[in-house]
């Protein structure tokens, strides 16, 4: 391995040498009280330990994401069905995502929505656009049928932005986090464990019945990455820790790679001196 290394030539030798020592920044995670998490890696599988994985729906497609790839749905008809498992029966719990909307008027972009027999909106987390049923744009949660939100807030299209919102049944409050900060908090004294009921866990669409009732003005457009669910409240640094930029790989690579052409130019200049 020696010899052959010695043989190759120094632009080889220099991009094998950088390649090897960039490696991207891996995503970050937090285990404790995990109960699923979507990566988006060519699939909606689950990669903690309860293995809840997804089901894709009319044509979900993969992109770039914030790590790695992401799951990318049309506005339109995608959607994915999670496992109910993944939130019933949690009562203090964190959800968190990466998302990146895409422009199209005023809509609802409803990230995941939590259903039973009874009602529609047991859960759910949107980004609601300007002009949807209200002057600003809103980003809010339903709880228990009882709509949570806060308004005074304008996340630009086409960027990447961490999303989070608690709930903590001890304190009676829900809290709204963007990209690592405390932005909102409300009161709200419900305390019932979630009910979700076998297909009422949806990512993408917000169902206006049990596992249907669709409206095309309620369809996600743009991409999510890295949905985390926690059966637990998680704490400030550990949302801060979860919405940590990636240098982007990129700039990485490319920076890597011009240090290594630069060497070995230096090498084939030696080399004739």
């Known amino acids: 391995m020696k010899n052959a290394l010695l043989a190759a030539s120094p632009v080889s030798f220099c991009v094998l040498l950088c390649l090897s020592a960039c490696v991207v920044e891996a995503a970050p995670i937090i285990e404790d009280g995990l109960v699923a998490m979507y990566r988006f890696e060519d699939n909606a599988d689950d990669i903690g330990a309860n293995e809840y994985d997804g089901v894709e729906f009319n044509g979900i497609s993969y992109g770039v994401g914030v790590h790695g790839q992401a799951a990318v749905f049309d506005g339109v008809d995608d959607r994915i069905q999670l496992p109910h498992d993944a939130m019933n029966g949690l009562s203090d719990f964190t959800f968190s995502v990466w998302i990146n909307m895409e422009p199209r008027g005023a809509i609802s972009n409803p990230i995941i929505s939590a259903a039973n027999s009874s009602v529609d909106n047991e859960f759910m987390v949107y980004y609601n656009i300007e002009g949807y049923g209200d002057p600003e744009d809103t980003f809010g949660a339903s709880v228990g049928q009882h709509d949570l ?3 005074d807030i304008s996340l630009a299209f086409d960027s990447w932005h961490h999303l ?3 709930r903590d049944t001890t304190l009676e409050t829900v ?3 963007i990209d690592g900060s405390l932005e909102y908090e409300q009161s709200w004294s ?3 464990p979630l009910d979700v009921d076998l297909s009422g ?4 669409g917000d169902q206006d019945s ?4 669709w409206n095309s003005s309620q369809q996600f457009f743009g991409a999510m990455d890295e949905i985390a669910i926690h059966d637990r409240v998680l704490t400030g640094a550990e949302i801060e820790y979860l919405a940590a930029v990636p240098e982007p790989a990129t700039m ?3 920076g890597c790679l011009g240090a290594g052409m630069a060497a070995a130019g230096k090498a084939r200049r030696r080399k004739r001196g």
């Open 149 to 151: 939100f806060w308004s």
């Open 164 to 166: 989070t919102v608690t």
């Open 175 to 177: 809290s709204f986090y």
């Open 190 to 192: 419900l305390s019932d």
């Open 201 to 204: 866990l949806w990512l993408g």
């Open 210 to 213: 049990l596992g249907g009732g």
């Open 252 to 254: 990485v690579i490319f």
